[in-house]
């Protein structure tokens, strides 16, 4: 508080003697518009500790993805391939709001390099597992401490830079997001075919170390918290529950169990009673996990939209491409993550001119709406890709994809961020980049789930049920193996799978265009806009005077 009133005070005396007198109501505002007065060294600075902690927390997913096809036929099971993935994000959505809160309460920097710790453990113990099962829980860990790391670097950027400056700021970081999956594919490819697919976990450690040691340096002039606070743990419990519930009903339902069965209803059954506790809960406590009171702005709630429904396409499109890429096109795994690069290079660029663009006019409405219907573009022409289709054409419609995700990502995250009060920042930011989780969650395992069943059914209608079984111990190196006809039939059958992966995929990505179009457009707080009404003010004082 005390630097908030040194904050306060430094305004008010620049604005003369009369204005001063309303101090005791000013302070909230400037800090609320002004950040925590770092210069843009010391910006630049602390950014390069996060810009290696997000690239450590985007690299993981990326390097996993071309290792999955040998990750699957070396501990066996396409029925758990979803979850190497799921599991990993439904921690991630669930520690998110955690590690938010944290934030506010500890202060960021502890918390965010206890989040380093916890990923790394993580990545240990997945190169360690001996089973899909093993593995599934270990990917848990690291999501856990992966939720840290990306709403501590977004909550970091928002407490230290005004909402009118922190799109050029957050343009850079979501740069880096591009260039780690462009990199992620190609080490994780790199490794899959050259060394064990154990080192695509192993590789996050040294980048870890660094990290640790660069942002406990860096964000040492962060605010520090509270010291001590009430910790919304039932509130934890429930958010655990009703979420893994969710996931559970969209992995489950129509594959392993039907849809009316026991097992399926008793868990909608318990995400409704979780969720409604977790309301009744989060209403009545101090310190919320998640502050219901955010979700009264509307334009928070549509860019919470806007980032669920990009995840959910974002994660169908990263998580399966790979298999079409190898199993169809041929590719070997190193050379389908050197194929993501036109997906990746197009939201890289894109997102640094709208951030620039953002910064410069202060304007930001268009770019959600016409991000969100670049996705839906790019989503459907993955739906018509085929036998014979060209890695030409599959390039261009990924170009098509990432112009869509560069418009969208940091938008949402720069709107539900100037929707804000400073102090519901971490939590704020945690509820929304929970949201994208939550997105990226459903989106695997609801579209994880439909490839699964177009590909076995396709296989089993054209050779019978012995070639459905097949699938779950089906690898590239098997696949070139095998005579030419039964290849071509597996074959078909990914194409079937992935073609109704994406017009499902399209489908829900038409919902994130009509409700961008329900944003509206509220200023930018921030050092540019304010800075006009002071030379106002100090010119106006003296004439009086004069007279």
Not at 107 to 127: E, P, Q
Not at 189 to 205: K, M
Not at 369 to 389: E, P, R, Y
Not at 404 to 419: D, E, F, V
């Amino acid at each position: 508080m005390r630097s908030l009133a040194t904050d306060g005070t430094s305004v008010t005396s620049q604005r003369g003697r009369a204005q001063s007198m309303a101090e005791p109501a000013a302070p909230a505002r400037p800090a609320d518009e002004a950040g925590l007065g770092f210069s843009h060294r010391e910006i630049m600075v602390t950014m390069s500790g996060l810009v290696i902690a997000m690239l450590l927390a985007q690299l993981d997913n990326m390097i996993v993805a071309p290792a999955l096809p040998t990750i699957v036929g070396d501990l066996g099971g396409l029925e758990h391939l979803s979850w190497v993935t799921t599991g990993y994000i439904l921690a991630t959505t669930i520690a998110t709001p955690i590690w938010g809160k944290l934030g506010d309460l500890f202060g960021r920097r502890i918390t965010f390099v206890s989040a380093v710790a916890l990923f790394l453990v993580g990545s240990m113990l997945c190169g360690m597992a001996h089973n899909m099962a093993e593995l599934v829980g270990f990917r848990a860990v690291q999501g856990l401490g992966a939720g840290g790391l990306i709403v501590g670097v977004l909550s970091i950027i928002g407490e230290m830079i005004p909402p009118r400056d922190r799109s050029r700021y957050q343009g850079v970081m979501m740069a880096v997001m591009p260039v780690a999956m462009i990199g992620g594919p190609l080490i994780g490819g790199f490794i899959t075919d050259h060394l064990s697919w154990r080192w695509a976990f192993y590789v996050n450690l040294p980048l870890g170390i660094v990290t640790l040691v660069v942002s406990w340096i860096t964000l040492a002039r962060l605010p520090q918290g509270k010291g001590a606070a009430r910790i919304d743990w039932f509130g934890t419990v429930l958010l655990a529950v009703w979420i893994t519930s969710l996931v559970l009903i969209t992995t489950w339902g129509g594959t392993q169990y039907d849809w009316t069965s026991p097992q399926i209803l008793g868990l909608i059954a318990l995400t409704l009673a979780g969720l409604a506790a977790f309301i009744a809960v989060e209403n009545r406590v101090a310190e919320p996990i998640m502050p219901l009171r955010v979700f009264r702005n509307r334009n928070f709630v549509l860019a919470g939209g806007i980032a669920f429904i990009s995840g959910f396409a974002l994660f169908g499109a990263i998580g399966y491409l790979p298999q079409y890429q190898q199993f169809v096109q041929g590719s070997s795994a190193t050379n389908s993550g050197l194929l993501l690069m036109p997906m990746m290079a197009a939201v890289m660029v894109v997102s640094i001119v709208v951030g620039n663009v953002i910064s410069r006019t202060g304007r930001y409405r268009i770019f959600p709406i016409i991000g969100s219907a670049l996705v839906v573009a790019g989503m459907f022409l993955f739906s018509t890709v085929g036998l014979h289709t060209s890695k030409t054409v599959t390039a261009l419609f990924m170009v098509v994809l990432g112009a869509g995700m560069g418009g969208i990502m940091q938008t949402s995250t720069l709107i539900a961020q100037n929707s804000l009060e400073m102090r519901d920042m971490g939590a704020g930011t945690g509820v929304s980049t929970f949201l994208r989780n939550m997105g990226s969650s459903l989106g695997v395992s609801i579209l994880g789930a439909i490839y699964a069943h177009h590909l076995t059914s396709s296989l089993t209608e054209a050779g019978g049920a012995a070639a459905g079984g097949e699938v779950s111990s089906m690898t590239p190196a098997a696949l070139r193996a095998m005579p030419e006809a039964a290849r071509v039939l597996f074959q078909k059958a990914v194409t079937d799978g992935i073609g109704a992966l994406f017009i499902w995929g399209s489908a829900v990505a038409v919902i994130g265009v009509v409700v961008a179009l329900f944003v509206r457009h509220v200023p930018l707080r921030g050092s540019k806009p304010a800075a006009k009404p002071e030379p106002v003010a100090t010119q106006a004082t003296p004439e009086p005077a004069a007279a």
